[in-house]
């Protein structure tokens, strides 16, 4: 047999699309090519295939080898195709029985002795895999992430020589089962830990309840990040689906599952010297960035203002869609972006406006071109903006014995997602107009209330519509059937900076 087929699949955005590597032997002086838009790493294969062939003992054949990587026009990258690339050439050349290994998909890059070793993508391969009823051939690395998924059948290799025993019926490959994870408590820091800040602390309730977005405004050392922090730990754990959708994004980026990270929440924290790229994910073949790492978890900038303007302003799409579609003139790709967003700044440039130690100095000119780093509507999209101020020094000594623990909160958190669920089968920040219109039903005088408040702070459309959700889950926590007045006053409360706009000054927000 002078031509063979191995099935194996490429890591394209969030696909995983199937490749056919054809290997044809043929007369003709020693050459060994590789087609099919394959990038350095994969041109490299054939020297690690050769070596790793000739050191298990199995014949390297003379001539021409050709191999195709179909579909020609999809670019593959990395070190997967090593693996089905030798099985091809002792497949051709008649060191292993023809059709042996025709239903199955393998993956692994070769060392120079015939070992393998992992993958990028192997959750997403299994999950296209177990569509079409193949199985998989896997590096011990990749088994735990593979079966993950319900119905498909992985077999583990340490080695080629494994894999050839396999295809001879001499030794099969074990099977890896399928794995059911534990769920595994987030063990956080705690929300008993920081002292004072009752009115964040609501907000962090609201926000966790109702999955909304947050800002937190004030001085240094007020606790703005530790609040921050501790949101992880009020979410609910990771349903299955969630769970393998932010397993398959760690996988493509090459993260190794963590059985103790299994159904919890992702929080990212990015630095604000940040690219755009590392935030929203790119490269010649894109990769996921901080945003979709974020996905189905909470991201949380720090120092907001100090962000690049041009990365900031990638945020708007994503906080909206909860996609994020990466375009290169090679390809494109749609990551998913479904993150909650949290976010912290300084009042003005030195961080003291408004502090009751007076410290600041910075002029009213600076101050507002501080916050024009920030764009208007960036700050619309934003469900909450809430002031930390400085606590003072006598709640510092108080007992956490005496203060809420994020287990309470929680449990009051769960409550208003499952009564979100049974409604509407989404949280109330995840509502569209349309949604908000049958679900959210404000009561008469609470219609009244936003409605002056939407005249005398010249609210947009969209922060009328989000101060009505924020107001849904206020009344999702009170365990209430409509929106009362009382809910919307506190919704507009939690919004500080349409207040601070209206008014058009850059007066300390502690004075307003």
């Not at 408590?185 to 830990?193: C, F, V, W, Y």
């Not at 969630?242 to 059985?259: H, N, T």
């Not at 909650?340 to 440039?349: E, G, R, S």
């Not at 008469?444 to 959700?469: D, M, Q």
Request: a positive charge; glycine letters at 8%.
């Amino acid at each position: 047999m002078a031509m063979a087929t191995v099935l194996s699949r490429a890591q394209y955005g969030m696909d995983a699309p199937i490749v056919r590597v054809e290997v044809d032997l043929s007369n003709g002086l020693p050459t060994f090519a590789i087609v099919g838009l394959p990038e350095a790493v994969v041109k490299e294969s054939k020297d690690r295939v050769r070596a790793a062939i000739l050191n298990c003992q199995f014949e390297m054949p003379a001539g021409r080898i050709t191999v195709n990587l179909s579909p020609a026009d999809l670019p593959k990258e990395g070190g997967r195709f090593d693996l089905p690339i030798a099985l091809g050439i002792l497949l051709a050349s008649g060191q292993l029985p023809a059709g042996s290994l025709g239903s199955h998909e393998c993956y692994g890059e070769l060392s120079l002795s015939g070992e393998l070793r992992p993958v990028k993508g192997a959750l997403l391969a299994a999950v296209s895999a177990a569509r079409c009823g193949q199985a998989m051939i896997v590096p011990p690395a990749n088994a735990d992430e593979a079966s993950l998924v319900t119905g498909c059948k992985i077999f583990v290799a340490r080695h080629l020589l494994e894999v050839a025993a396999h295809a001879n019926g001499s030794r099969p490959l074990s099977m890896q089962h399928e794995r059911l994870l534990p769920v595994v408590p987030a063990n956080g820091p705690d929300l008993n830990e920081v002292r004072g800040q009752a009115h964040a602390k609501r907000a962090l309730e609201i926000a966790a309840a109702g999955e909304h977005s947050l800002l937190f405004i004030g001085p240094p050392g007020t606790g703005k990040s530790m609040l921050a922090q501790r949101l992880p730990g009020l979410l609910p754990p990771l349903t299955e689906t969630e769970a393998l959708e932010v397993a398959a994004i760690r996988s493509v980026a090459g993260i190794a599952l963590k059985v103790s990270e299994w159904r919890v929440r992702p929080f990212r924290s990015p630095h604000h010297t940040c690219s755009p790229i590392a935030l929203v994910g790119g490269g010649a073949y894109p990769r996921p960035g901080e945003i979709s790492m974020a996905h189905r978890g909470v991201l949380f900038l720090d120092e907001l203002p100090e962000f690049d303007r041009r990365v900031l302003e990638v945020l708007r799409e994503p906080l909206e869609t909860g996609v994020v579609t990466v375009s290169r003139a090679a390809q494109h790709a749609e990551f998913p972006a479904s993150f909650q967003f949290i976010a912290a700044m300084n009042p003005c440039p030195c961080g003291y406006l408004g502090d009751v130690q007076g410290k600041c100095k910075c002029t009213s000119e600076r101050v507002q071109r501080y916050r024009n780093r920030l764009s208007g509507p960036l700050l619309d999209r934003l469900d909450l903006h809430v002031e930390v101020p400085r606590i003072p020094s006598e709640a510092l000594r108080a007992s956490s014995q005496t203060i809420e623990s994020s287990s309470t909160v929680r449990d009051r958190v769960h409550a208003a997602r499952a009564r979100q669920e049974d409604r509407q089968r989404a949280t109330n920040a995840r509502l569209n107009n349309r949604e908000i219109e049958r679900f959210c039903k404000p009561t008469r005088e609470a219609e009244n209330v936003l409605e002056r408040a939407s005249i005398a702070l010249g609210l947009s459309a969209r922060a009328y519509h989000r101060i009505l959700k924020v107001g849904q889950t206020i009344a999702d926590l009170a365990s209430s059937e409509r929106i009362e007045a009382a809910h919307i006053t506190e919704a507009i409360s939690l919004r500080r900076l349409d207040r601070t706009r209206a008014m058009g000054s850059a007066t300390p927000l502690a004075m307003q």
